[in-house]
């Protein structure tokens, strides 16, 4: 995680309209170091034009950090780092101190926004079962690999169920077995699901599985007919 904060000469959280600079922070394990220092300035006579000409100089130097700290912004200021896609955060504690304090909220703030987006899918889903209509389902399927005539697919199941707990393979895998021609599927996951040989056979597919240590299992499955085609 990265954290910008606006820091005086003695290195605490400062007002942006007093003397200082910009630590870009970026956390490495348990210790925050300082990734590069900008220099920043907004004087108290600016106006719109310079403020937002200062800022927009700015951000770019933030790379892919979006929290920026302060003991206190400017209304326009704050303003325009909220238009421009960074999150303000104002403090006047230690500067370590609310680093860490940062850093844990927008982690909660982030499995927070994980387990409601959980918990709107199955709740379309469950809305989209009941009344017949097309749900989320069909919009997770195996990718295609190659060109568009290559019939080659793959699927990480593996990470759509660490995704999205409420799925499962059954769901996810029978209906493009059943409804879509490929050549060949490639499948990883954690197990192998104890329904796969069964509907294997059912389904008249060939099927090779390789134990892959500490990642799970891989899984090609090609429908028969191709394979004594070839």
Same mark, same amino acid.
């Given at each position: 995680? =990265?954290?910008?904060?606006?820091?005086?000469?003695? +290195?605490?959280?400062?007002?942006?309209?007093? =003397?200082?600079?910009?630590?870009?922070?970026?956390?490495? +394990?348990?210790?925050?170091?300082? /990734?590069?220092?900008?220099?920043?300035?907004?004087?108290?006579?600016?106006?719109?034009?310079?403020? %937002?000409?200062?800022?927009?100089? #700015?951000?770019?130097?933030?790379?892919?950090?979006?929290?920026?700290?302060?003991?206190?912004?400017?209304?326009?200021?704050?303003?325009?780092?909220?238009?421009?896609?960074?999150?303000?955060?104002?403090? $006047? *504690?230690?500067?370590?101190?609310?680093?860490?304090?940062?850093?844990?909220?927008?982690?909660?703030?982030? !499995?927070?926004?994980?387990?409601?987006?959980?918990?709107? &899918?199955?709740?379309? /889903? /469950? &809305? $989209? $079962? !009941?009344?017949?209509?097309?749900?989320?389902?069909?919009?997770?399927?195996?990718?295609?690999?190659?060109?568009?005539?290559?019939? %080659?697919?793959?699927?990480?199941?593996?990470?759509?169920?660490?995704?999205?707990? *409420?799925?499962?393979?059954?769901?996810?895998?029978?209906?493009?077995?059943? +409804?879509?021609?490929?050549?060949?599927?490639?499948?990883?996951?954690? %197990?192998?699901?104890?329904?796969?040989?069964?509907? #294997? /056979?059912?389904?008249?597919?060939?099927?090779?599985?390789?134990?892959?240590?500490?990642?799970?299992?891989?899984?090609?499955?090609?429908?028969? !007919?191709?394979?004594?085609?070839?």
């Amino acid at each position: 995680m =990265k954290i910008a904060a606006y820091v005086n000469a003695e +290195g605490e959280v400062a007002k942006v309209s007093d =003397k200082g600079v910009i630590l870009l922070f970026e956390q490495q +394990g348990e210790v925050w170091k300082v /990734r590069k220092t900008i220099r920043f300035a907004v004087r108290p006579d600016d106006g719109l034009a310079e403020i %937002h000409a200062s800022l927009a100089a #700015m951000v770019p130097e933030l790379e892919d950090c979006r929290l920026f700290l302060s003991r206190s912004v400017r209304g326009v200021v704050n303003s325009l780092l909220q238009e421009m896609g960074v999150q303000t955060w104002q403090s $006047h *504690g230690p500067l370590f101190t609310q680093l860490e304090t940062i850093a844990r909220k927008e982690n909660e703030r982030a !499995q927070q926004s994980v387990k409601a987006a959980r918990a709107e &899918r199955r709740s379309r /889903r /469950r &809305r $989209h $079962h !009941q009344d017949g209509a097309r749900n989320d389902l069909d919009d997770i399927k195996p990718v295609l690999v190659g060109d568009d005539d290559s019939g %080659h697919f793959r699927l990480d199941l593996v990470q759509l169920l660490q995704d999205d707990p *409420g799925l499962n393979s059954w769901d996810i895998l029978i209906p493009f077995l059943t +409804g879509t021609p490929f050549r060949q599927l490639d499948l990883v996951c954690d %197990h192998i699901p104890r329904w796969f040989s069964r509907a #294997m /056979r059912a389904l008249n597919m060939d099927t090779e599985i390789m134990e892959l240590p500490g990642l799970g299992v891989a899984a090609t499955i090609t429908p028969k !007919q191709q394979a004594e085609a070839t």
